[in-house]
């Protein structure tokens, strides 16, 4: 939904410091003795992406909604 809205997605792999992950955990309730991997940035582009291989998956499998451990949308 999002492609055919022209919104693109940015995986960001790091943080500008161990602050910022520590600030992200405590807003979105994520345990202390786990490490945030990476970030998604979502977006209107400048300019058009190249084709790529898109690897379709249930979003269920990558989502928490509003805190870590709410699985889901519901």
Known sequence: M????GISVQ???VFSGDAVEKQVKRILNVPEHLKIA???R???P???PAKQLRVR???EMLTHHNAFGNK???
């Open 2 to 5: 999002a492609q055919s809205l």
């Open 11 to 13: 995986i960001l792999s």
């Open 38 to 40: 990476f970030t998604i």
């Open 42 to 44: 979502l977006g209107y």
């Open 46 to 48: 400048i300019s058009r």
């Open 57 to 59: 998956r249930d979003i």
């Open 72 to 74: 889901g949308f519901n």
